[in-house]
C-alpha cells in the first residue's frame, strides 16, 4: 500500500486520477448507452457491445493508415458498424428478437467469440494505438498532466450520447423506437414497423459503439480481446443506473472509470481487469440487497 | 421396455470400449483419455446451463482452481510449494517416488474437486440469488479475473506457470491417466443419470421452466441452484487435476483459466449435443471432440473464429442439438413413451 | 379460535401516484372459504401480491398464523403454507402433468438430502388421486405445456393441492374455463376446504360462483373497502350494486 501513502502525502495525484478516470468513463458511458438502448428495446443483452467497440478502434486505425486523419475514423467506424450492426440483425439477432434471453445471451457470446478471433486472425494480437499527434496540458505547476486527446475524446463522447440523445427524443424514428420499447404489441398495430426499429436500433447501438471504440484508439489502445471488458463494464454501468436513465448512465460511467483509476494505481495496473470483475460481482451483490428489501430478485 | 435396453446397451458398448481403450487404440490414447474429460466438462456444464437454464460462460474457473489445488497438493506433502515453484519444478531436488506419486494424485485431484466446489459455493451464494442473465453476465469475466490473479501469484508460480510433480519412469503414466479420466467421465455420468432421476432433478428442472413458479410454490431455489452448482464443480476439478498432469505443465492463461478454448468448448459441446438431456453432452463432446481433432490442423488458426460462428449457428438454428432433434425426429424411439413411465410408476407405486 | 388464520391490518400499497389499494383490512378465519369481489381495477391482485410477498406494501400489517409476514418474500411465505394461482397460469410446460405434481409435492420441512430420494418413491399415488380429483388424470402423460388454457388452469388447481398449503389465494379460478366445467369446480373447491381442510380466499368475477361457494365476502372498489358481509348482504347491498353497475 506504498501507493496509498503516495496519494495521502501528494494530494495532487488524487486530481490526476480522477480527472483520468472521467475522460475515460465519458467513453465507458457512450458504450453502455448502447447497451441500454438495445436492452431496453429489444430485451436483448448484448455480450458482443465491447467487440464492436473493438472493431471500432480497428476500423480508425485503417482510416489512418490509409493517411488520413484519425478523426476521420470517428464517422468512418460510426458507418461501418452500421451496416454491420444492420446485417448481423437481418441475419442473426432477428430470429433471436422474441426467444428467450439465454438464446440471445448465447447467439450474442457467439457473435463476441467469432469477432474476437476474427480480428486476432486478421491484425495480430499485439496492443495498438493511433497516435493523434496532439500534445498534453499542464496544470498545477506540471503536476497533473492531461493529454489534449483525452480531453477531446471525452468531449466528443458527450457530444455523439447528446447527438443520439436528441435524435431518440425528436425523431419520427426515435419515437418509433421508443414506442416499441414500451409496448411493441401495441406499436405493431398501430402501424410501427418494428422489425426495421428493431433494425435500427441494433445499428444504431453497434455505430455508437464503433464510434466510441475511435475514441479509445485515439485516446487510449486497442487489441482484438479488449471488448469483454467493456461489455461487463456496459452491463455494470447500466445496472447502476437502471434502463432509460441517462443522468445515471453518465453519472455511474464517470464514477466506473475514476473507480478504476484509483484501484489501477493502488493494486497496480495488471489487476486494473481483475478488480474491473470483482467490482461488477460487488455491484450485483449491492443491487440484490437493495432489491432484497423491497421484496423483489434482480431479474 | 426396449428404449430402456437400448440404453443399456449404449453404456455397456461406451463402458467396453472405454476398458478395452488401450487394446483398441494405443496409438491415440491421450486424445482418448481428453476426450473423457471433455464428456465430463460438457456433463457438468449442462446440469447448470441444460438442467437449470442457467448459463455460465465462466465454468473453466473451476477447472482451473481443480487443476492448480490439485498440482499444489501433490508438491505440498512433499515439498514446500514456493521452493518447487521458483525452481520451475526442475532440479534433482525435487523427485517423486511411485509412492508419493500415487499417494499425490490420491490426495490431490479429490482436493481439487473440493477446493473447486468451495469455489462455486461461496461464489454461487453471491451471484446464484439473481437471475439467470445478470448471473450470465457476472460469469462473463470470471475466466479473466482469475487467470490474472493466478499469473500474478508468485506461490503458484504466476505467471511462468507450474510444472505438475514428474512420475517416476517406472510408471506408464499415458495408461493411469487414460483410465482415471475414463473412471472419472463413468462416475459423473453415472451420477448424474442418479441426480436427474430424484426429484432434486424436477426440482432444478423446476427453476429452469419458470423460477417464479417454483418460489412461488416454496422451493428454495437459491439453494438449488447453489447446491447444483457446487456439484457441477467438483467434478470439473477433479477433470482439471487430471488435465493438468495430462498437460504436464500449467499456464495460467492457457491451460488452467482458457476461456477462450476451454471454456467455449464446454458450452458448445452441451448444446451441440443437447441442452438439457443426460446423453446430449456425451455424443456433443465425442461429435466436437473429433471433428476438432480432424480438422484442426486444416483451418490453419482460423478454428477459434469458426468456433464462434458455430455457437451462432447452433444456438439460432439447432437450437434443440443432436438428442433434442433425434427426439422430435423420432419420438416414439427417443421421446418419452408412455408404457415406460406408466411401467416406472407401477413399479414405483407397488 | 379467536386469532384470523390471515389479518391484513390497514394495508395501503401506491404505484407512483396511483393508489391500488387504501386502508384495507380483511381477516380469514381458519376453515372459511371467503371471497373477495370488485370491478376491474379495483385492486384486488395488487393485494394478493401484497400478501403473498411480490412487493413492499406502504402502510399497514398483515399476519399469518400470528407471524407478520409483511416484510418477506415468495419463497419464505409459500413456505409458511400460504400459496396463490395466477390469473395468467403458471405451470412448467416442458415436464408432464405427473412431473408438474411430483415437484409440487411440499417441500417445506425438506432439507436437500431429502430431495435425493427417488422421485417414485413418494407421493405418486397421492399426484394420481389429485389428478383424477381435477380430470387430469387421463393427461398425466402430457406435457403441460400441450393442454389448452382451463387445462392449466386445473393442473395449477392440483398442484396447489398437492403443496398441502393451510391456506390457498386463487386468483379468478373459474376465468378461461369452460361452462359446463364450472359447477364441477366450484364442488372441487368446496371439497378441497371440506376434506383437506384448505382455507380459502378467492378473486372472482362470476357472480354466481362466488355466491355459491363463499361464506364471507370482501367487495373492493377504487383501492378501497366497500363492503363485507355474508353471500346475502352482499347481494343486497347496494352500494356494491352502485359499484358493480357504474364499472361497467
Redesign the interface.
Known sequence: MDNLNLLIQAPILNVQLLLDGLWIGAIFALAAFGMALVWGVMNI?N?AQGEFVMLGGFITLMVMEAGLSPLLGIPAAAIVLFVLGWLLYRV?IW??VDAD???S???T??????????M??IFGSDVRTAESGLGMFYLFDNMVTVSQIKVLAFVLAFAIGLALWLFLKRSRLGQAIRATSQNPRAARILGIDTDRVYAATYAINAALCGAAGALVVMAYSIHP?VG??Y??RS?MIV?MAGLGNLGGVIAAGLGLGAAEQFAGFLLGA??Q??F???L??VV??W??MVL???????? | MNRRLANVIAILALGVIGILGPWLFPAHLSQFSKLWLFIVLALTWDLLGGQTGYNSFGNVVFFGIGMYAAAVTQVGLYYPVAAYTAAKGGGTEFVFDVAQFYTGLAVGLPVGGIMAALAAAALGMVILGMRGHYFAIATLGLAIAAGELAAGWEYIGAGSGMVTPTPPDTIDTTLLFYYLSFALAAVTFGFLAWLYSTRFGLAINAIRDDEDKAEAMGHHTTRNKVITWTISAFFLGIAGGIFGNLSKFIDPIDVAFNGAEVGVWMILMAILGGKGTLWGPVIGAAVFYVTKELFWTYLLGWQRVALGALIVIIVVFFPQGIVGWLKERWPERFGPSKEEMEAADAKGGA | MTQPLLDVCNVSKAFGGVIANRNISLKVNRGQIVGLIGPNGSGKTTLFNSIVGYHPIDDGEIWFKGEEISRYRVGRIARLGLLRTFQQTRIYGRMTCMENMLISLPERESSFLDLLKSRHSAGIQRAKDLLEFVGLYSKRYHYAGDLSFGQQKLLEFAMALINEPEMLLLDEPTAGINPTLINGLIDRLKRANEELGITLLVIEHNMRVIMNLAEHIYCLAHGEMLAEGSPEEIRNDQRVIDAYLGAH
Open positions: 443483452i455480450v442473426i430470429r433471436i434471453m439465454f438464446i445471451l448465447l447467439a457470446f457467439g457473435i463476441s467469440i467469432m469477432m474476437q478471433q476474427l486476432n486472425e480481446y469483454l471488458p461489455t461487463v452491463f445496472i495488471e489487476y481487469l481483475a474491473v470483475f470483482l461488477l460481482v450485483l451483490v443491487r440484490q432484497a428489501r423491497r421484496r423483489q430478485y434482480l431479474k
